[in-house]
C-alpha cells in the first residue's frame, strides 16, 4: 500500500520555509516533526544568534521564524527585533511556557501570533496556517 504525501507537491504549504528557534532540543524535534509533514520546509536552531546569522545571510528569508521567548542567550523579543531590523515584514510567531503577552504589550514591534506552551496540535498549525496566509 502506497502512502500519498502529506502536502501534495506545489501545495502552499510546500513551499514556505520556517525557522523553528528553541533552546530546548525536544521542543525544536516536535516543530519539525509537526511541520515537516505538512509540506513546511524546516530550519531548526537551538542557539538564536546563530538563526539571526543565517537569516541576514539567507538569500530567501524564511515565510515564518517560530521562536521560544526565554533563551538563556537572548529572548524571543530579542530575536524578533534583530530579523525585523533586517527584513521589518519578517514574520515572528512567539510560543512561551514561561511568560505571557504581556512580555510584548510595551514593545514597539510585536509577534504576529503569540501561543502559550504546551500548546494543542491543531491550534499551532492553524496559527502557522493563518500568519502564513496572511498578505505583506
Do not use: C, W
Amino acid at each position: 500500500m502506497e502512502s500519498k504525501p502529506a502536502v501534495e507537491p506545489g501545495s502552499p504549504a510546500s513551499q514556505k520555509s520556517i525557522f523553528v528557534v528553541d533552546d530546548e532540543r525536544l521542543l525544536l524535534d516536535l516543530g519539525a516533526a509537526l511541520l515537516r509533514p505538512r509540506g513546511y520546509e524546516v530550519r531548526t536552531f537551538i542557539n538564536p544568534a546563530q538563526a539571526v546569522a543565517t537569516f541576514q545571510n539567507a538569500q530567501r528569508k524564511p515565510d515564518l521564524i517560530i521562536t521560544d521567548y526565554s533563551m538563556p542567550e537572548m529572548t524571543g523579543m530579542d530575536l524578533l527585533a534583530a530579523v525585523r531590523s533586517l527584513h521589518a515584514q519578517q514574520r515572528v510567531m512567539l510560543v512561551s511556557g514561561t511568560a505571557g503577552p504581556e512580555v510584548f504589550s510595551d514593545h514597539p514591534e510585536k509577534p504576529d501570533a503569540f501561543l502559550n506552551k504546551p500548546y494543542l496540535v491543531d491550534h499551532f498549525i492553524a496559527v502557522v496556517s493563518q500568519i502564513l496566509q496572511k498578505k505583506d
